[in-house]
């Protein structure tokens, strides 16, 4: 395979947004508005593309091979493999254009993206951005007098008047969030100088990614051995009943000590990823814009009218 470096630009904008926080929805919609043409060379792009290009393993340099096969080679047709036969992983089998890490911090959100009741929601700027100290469940828009000219919009907890003990936590309007994210991000502002030096100090002992990957590799050759071992079990159990349970055990903890690895790397590119923001922007914030709230914030909780706290992308919590 061969990088077209034009195209990869639109690649890496769409990780990019989505984990600033827009939907595939928005983003189908932003660059059809934008006029960026589609992989099929169409004027309108459409959200399951953008999912589809989210979840391919080939954009961090891997290649999962049979992912379909040829049903009649007489036809050609194909179908997806659904196990009919077997799929091989290879890692770094060309140039990548998204790091391993924000590949599987993208595929993490995609996972908790999903309907419950935390679910994380996409719908605006502030779904799934507001949390409430009380419960731990999200914001949610209400609209109140939505037929008179009193007509407003505010943000409350999702659960504040479900069964039970009720939240005491209060509702927000937009404009008061939004002036609460200012006064928090211009204090990340006045400190960035800091913060970029205590960072430097402590990356290499908090994030050695050089010792963490050679342990990656370790660990990924020791767990295709176990699976290797598994899928042995599952064979002979076509002809004896054997115990697989012990194999199971080793291969899971492994694979545990591989999450927390990639957990590790993700949290020192996102870090790296928050600090270029803050010093791509002159000074201090003016005036609200999206772009700057999905790149800076975490996630805001509110724990009274007089207690709400940022947590931005680097891990720091300002009280507003």
């Not at 932003?30 to 043409?37: C, H, N, P």
């Not at 091989?88 to 996972?111: G, K, L, R, T």
């Not at 509702?171 to 030096?197: C, P, Q, S, Y």
Request: hydrophobic share 35%; charged share 30%; proline share 2%.
């Amino acid at each position: 395979m061969v990088l077209n470096e034009e195209e990869a630009k639109i690649v890496r904008r769409i990780y990019g947004l989505f984990l600033q926080g827009h939907s595939p929805y928005a983003i189908a919609r932003r660059l059809t508005e934008e006029g960026v043409r589609s992989p099929a060379g169409k004027e309108k792009w459409h959200s399951c593309t953008v999912k589809s290009i989210l979840v391919n393993e080939k954009y961090k340099g891997d290649a999962l091979l049979q992912k379909s096969y040829t049903v009649d080679f007489l036809t050609k047709k194909t179908k997806i493999n659904e196990g009919e036969v077997p799929q091989y992983y290879v890692e770094n089998s060309h140039e990548a254009i998204i790091s391993p890490a924000m590949f599987d911090e993208v595929q993490h959100q995609m996972a908790v993206r999903h309907p419950g009741k935390n679910r994380l929601s996409c719908t605006g700027a502030f779904s799934s951005r507001i949390k409430c100290g009380d419960c731990g469940s999200w914001y949610g828009s209400k609209v109140w007098h939505s037929n008179d000219k009193y007509r407003k919009v505010v943000w409350q907890c999702n659960h504040k008047f479900d069964g039970g003990e009720k939240c005491t936590t209060p509702h927000l309007d937009e404009t008061a969030v939004k002036a609460l994210f200012l006064k928090a991000a211009n204090a990340i502002f006045g400190e960035r100088d800091t913060i970029r030096v205590d960072y430097e100090a402590v990356k290499e002992r908090l994030y050695d990614t050089s010792e963490l990957e050679a342990e990656r590799i370790q660990l990924q050759d020791e767990m295709n051995i176990v699976a290797e071992m598994i899928q042995q079990c599952v064979n002979e159990n076509a002809r004896v009943a054997l115990d697989q349970t012990e194999y199971q055990k080793k291969y899971d903890g492994l694979a545990d000590r591989f999450d927390r690895i990639k957990e590790r790397v993700a949290k020192r590119e996102k870090t790296e990823r928050f600090l270029a923001e803050l010093e791509k922007r002159d000074g201090p914030l003016t005036e609200f814009n999206e772009e700057d709230w999905y790149s800076l914030v975490e996630y805001a909780t509110v724990y009274s009218r007089e207690d709400i706290r940022f947590t931005f992308k680097n891990g720091m919590e300002i009280k507003a």
